[in-house]
């Protein structure tokens, strides 16, 4: 979000962003990218600044308006960073493993269905103590249906938790309870070996109990967001600029060196690489916006241009309430008529991998994918049949939709041409503003929409959960399939992870097989940075962590 990505991202995004597992907002060619098969992030590391070093101010560019800076709400990777930067879960990624954070430590029963994790001695930024009725209450309210989170299924793994988010169960019945201030006990409804990384996500973070009650817009506004991480937030002029400064309730703040981070709000990635160039900023492109297109190549001979591959994957999204995408052969003749690795040779340009399939490679369930890339054959015959099911003789009015940005335009102007060539059709493209664009799509006004996914931890059940529940929080497709759900949850249960990877791999292959979604292409990561600017990690989910970052 990882997430949505705008890019986007969680959660892509992937540019708009990715979303958590972040679709994203600003991710395209070079998205957030949210490899991992152990998640080798990047981290950017030397020896710790001498006294004498510049000020220790980072500049950087969020592409977009973060939607909200309340971890609760966020599905995204550009509320993503600001929420990482200011908050600290009962874990933290670091080099990705998760390590303690906001917990001291913790036990886990023989079972593995009870975690009990103390909690340490630190306070919000306002100054109160962070409590473990702190993150009691964050959690029942992501859980509460009256909250609507869009990501209260990551919490699906406690006891009891699903049932109360639909409504079957009292929130008092979720297994997540605070023993006194500093004790938080955890039950799970199965085992599950990705937990601790997983609590290292925004959707786990505590919230401050007595602030949230005083005021429920308090993460709106700079004046009254409280948070328990390396920052807090000192300045949000909406649709301008973000500042963060070092918080000095922080319980590890000796590790923190920065004493400020500044955010621009530039939407044009032209003007965004202009202003790195000019001095102006310290860092452009992914994680948290993206370089444009048509300078990567001469970026990336000079090698000035930094890239990793993400598991995140950028794909289409059918409306398959609305004709014709109600029709699964019509879904799969766009998918396949698509040309993945021209886009990329063409387009992309940044190590991108054609996408057939929905998991990305570090975590893959099918090496070889489900589909033909650019199967014209194949497409032209599906589409003639599908609108014979349907019982027409032309298509009607086609729109695909993209929120604002010069790599999501170029990647949906190609992609209509050559539906034009090699179907016949001609397709509508419109674009909106990020936030305006994740609530259409969450509210089924589109037909195809793009959006990219980065994982928010690395399991293939985060890339295929998001399409289990019809009105689940980030399917927009709207398609929902009981031999899908079936295998999800035979999934939760199956302890031998041979077995368990093939009854994901036969769950996408269902996913595939009725093709809700277009995969397009595997994320990768392109910047630049100043070469003053160490520290910074990046993780292989794309995650962004400004915690040990410094200017040397």
Same mark, same amino acid.
């Given at each position: 979000?990882?997430?949505?990505v705008?890019?986007?991202?969680?959660?892509l995004?992937v540019?708009?962003?990715?979303?958590?597992?972040?679709?994203?907002?600003?991710?395209?060619?070079?998205?957030?990218?949210?490899?991992?098969?152990g998640n080798?992030?990047?981290?950017?590391?030397?020896?710790?600044?001498?006294?004498?070093a510049?000020?220790?101010?980072?500049?950087f560019?969020?592409?977009?308006?973060?939607?909200?800076a309340?971890?609760g709400?966020?599905e995204?990777?550009?509320s993503g960073?600001? &929420?990482?930067?200011?908050?600290?879960g009962?874990?933290?990624?670091?080099?990705d493993?998760p390590?303690?954070?906001?917990?001291?430590?913790?036990?886990v029963?023989?079972?593995l !269905?009870?975690y =009990?994790?103390? &909690?340490?001695?630190h306070?919000?930024?306002n100054?109160d103590?962070?409590?473990?009725?702190?993150f009691?209450?964050?959690?029942?309210?992501?859980?509460?249906?009256?909250?609507?989170?869009?990501?209260?299924?990551?919490?699906?793994?406690?006891?009891?938790?699903?049932?109360?988010?639909?409504?079957?169960?009292?929130?008092?019945?979720v297994?997540?309870?605070?023993?006194?201030?500093? =004790?938080?006990?955890?039950?799970?409804?199965?085992?599950t070996?990705?937990f601790l990384?997983?609590?290292?996500?925004?959707?786990?973070?505590?919230?401050?109990?007595?602030v949230?009650?005083?005021?429920?817009?308090?993460?709106?506004?700079?004046? $009254?967001?409280?948070?328990?991480?390396?920052?807090?937030?000192e300045?949000?002029?909406?649709?301008?600029k973000?500042?963060?400064?070092?918080?000095?309730?922080?319980?590890?703040?000796?590790?923190v060196? !920065?004493?400020?981070i500044?955010?621009?709000?530039v939407?044009?990635?032209?003007t965004?690489?202009?202003?790195?160039?000019?001095?102006?900023?310290?860092?452009?492109?992914?994680?948290?916006?993206?370089?444009?297109?048509?300078a990567?190549?001469?970026?990336?001979?000079?090698g000035?241009?930094? $890239?990793?591959?993400?598991?995140? =994957?950028y794909?289409?999204k059918?409306n398959t309430?609305?004709?014709?995408?109600n029709?699964?052969?019509?879904?799969?003749?766009?998918?396949?008529?698509?040309d993945?690795?021209?886009?990329?040779?063409?387009?992309?340009?940044?190590?991108?991998?054609?996408? $057939?399939g929905?998991?990305?490679?570090?975590?893959?369930?099918?090496?070889?994918?489900?589909?033909?890339?650019n199967?014209?054959?194949?497409?032209k015959?599906?589409?003639?049949?599908g609108?014979?099911?349907?019982?027409?003789?032309s298509?009607?009015p086609? $729109?695909?939709s993209?929120?604002t940005?010069e790599?999501?335009?170029k990647?949906a102007?190609?992609i209509q041409?050559q539906?034009?060539?090699?179907?016949?059709?001609?397709?509508?493209?419109?674009n909106?503003?990020?936030?305006?664009?994740?609530?259409d799509?969450?509210?089924?006004?589109?037909?195809?929409?793009?959006m990219?996914?980065?994982?928010d931890?690395?399991?293939? &059940?985060?890339?295929?959960? !998001?399409?289990?529940?019809?009105?689940?929080?980030?399917?927009?497709t709207?398609w929902?399939?009981?031999?899908?759900k079936?295998?999800?949850? %035979?999934?939760?249960?199956?302890?031998?992870?041979?077995?368990?990877?093939?009854i994901?791999?036969?769950?996408?292959?269902?996913l595939?097989?009725?093709?809700?979604i277009?995969?397009i292409?595997?994320y990768?990561q392109?910047w630049?940075?100043?070469?003053?600017?160490?520290?910074? %990690?990046?993780?292989g989910?794309?995650?962004?962590?400004?915690?040990?970052?410094?200017?040397?």
């Amino acid at each position: 979000m990882k997430k949505s990505v705008f890019a986007v991202v969680s959660s892509l995004a992937v540019l708009g962003t990715a979303l958590a597992g972040c679709s994203g907002g600003q991710q395209t060619a070079t998205p957030p990218a949210q490899q991992p098969a152990g998640n080798t992030g990047t981290t950017t590391e030397t020896p710790a600044p001498a006294a004498e070093a510049k000020p220790q101010v980072l500049r950087f560019n969020l592409h977009s308006e973060p939607p909200t800076a309340d971890p609760g709400l966020a599905e995204d990777t550009t509320s993503g960073a600001i &929420i990482l930067a200011t908050f600290d879960g009962l874990t933290r990624i670091v080099k990705d493993k998760p390590e303690v954070a906001a917990a001291e430590s913790y036990t886990v029963s023989d079972d593995l !269905l009870t975690y =009990t994790f103390k &909690i340490r001695d630190h306070k919000w930024s306002n100054g109160d103590p962070v409590t473990a009725h702190d993150f009691e209450f964050a959690w029942k309210r992501v859980l509460d249906p009256k909250t609507a989170s869009n990501y209260a299924y990551q919490l699906y793994y406690l006891k009891n938790a699903e049932k109360a988010n639909k409504g079957e169960a009292k929130l008092d019945e979720v297994g997540v309870k605070a023993l006194d201030d500093k =004790t938080l006990e955890v039950k799970l409804e199965n085992p599950t070996p990705f937990f601790l990384e997983l609590l290292a996500f925004r959707t786990y973070f505590p919230i401050n109990q007595k602030v949230h009650e005083a005021n429920e817009k308090w993460a709106a506004e700079a004046a $009254t967001h409280v948070g328990n991480g390396p920052f807090k937030m000192e300045l949000w002029e909406h649709k301008s600029k973000i500042t963060l400064v070092k918080n000095e309730n922080y319980w590890d703040k000796d590790s923190v060196k !920065l004493e400020k981070i500044e955010f621009s709000m530039v939407e044009d990635e032209n003007t965004e690489l202009s202003m790195f160039e000019n001095g102006e900023l310290d860092w452009a492109g992914a994680p948290t916006s993206a370089l444009p297109t048509d300078a990567i190549p001469a970026l990336k001979d000079s090698g000035k241009m930094t $890239t990793q591959p993400i598991a995140g =994957t950028y794909w289409y999204k059918f409306n398959t309430e609305k004709a014709p995408f109600n029709n699964v052969k019509i879904r799969k003749a766009f998918t396949y008529s698509i040309d993945r690795v021209s886009l990329i040779d063409n387009i992309l340009q940044a190590g991108q991998l054609p996408a $057939t399939g929905a998991v990305p490679p570090s975590m893959a369930l099918n090496k070889d994918g489900y589909f033909k890339d650019n199967d014209l054959e194949t497409a032209k015959k599906l589409l003639e049949e599908g609108m014979q099911e349907l019982g027409i003789t032309s298509l009607p009015p086609i $729109t695909l939709s993209y929120n604002t940005s010069e790599g999501h335009k170029k990647i949906a102007e190609a992609i209509q041409d050559q539906w034009k060539k090699n179907l016949g059709v001609e397709v509508k493209l419109e674009n909106k503003e990020w936030k305006v664009y994740l609530e259409d799509m969450h509210e089924g006004n589109f037909q195809i929409g793009r959006m990219g996914w980065l994982g928010d931890f690395n399991d293939p &059940i985060n890339f295929l959960e !998001l399409y289990k529940d019809k009105y689940g929080g980030n399917n927009d497709t709207r398609w929902e399939h009981p031999k899908f759900k079936e295998l999800l949850n %035979q999934s939760a249960l199956e302890m031998d992870m041979d077995k368990r990877k093939k009854i994901l791999a036969d769950a996408e292959q269902v996913l595939m097989d009725e093709m809700p979604i277009a995969p397009i292409y595997f994320y990768t990561q392109s910047w630049v940075q100043n070469e003053s600017v160490k520290g910074v %990690q990046i993780t292989g989910l794309g995650d962004v962590d400004w915690k040990w970052a410094y200017v040397e």
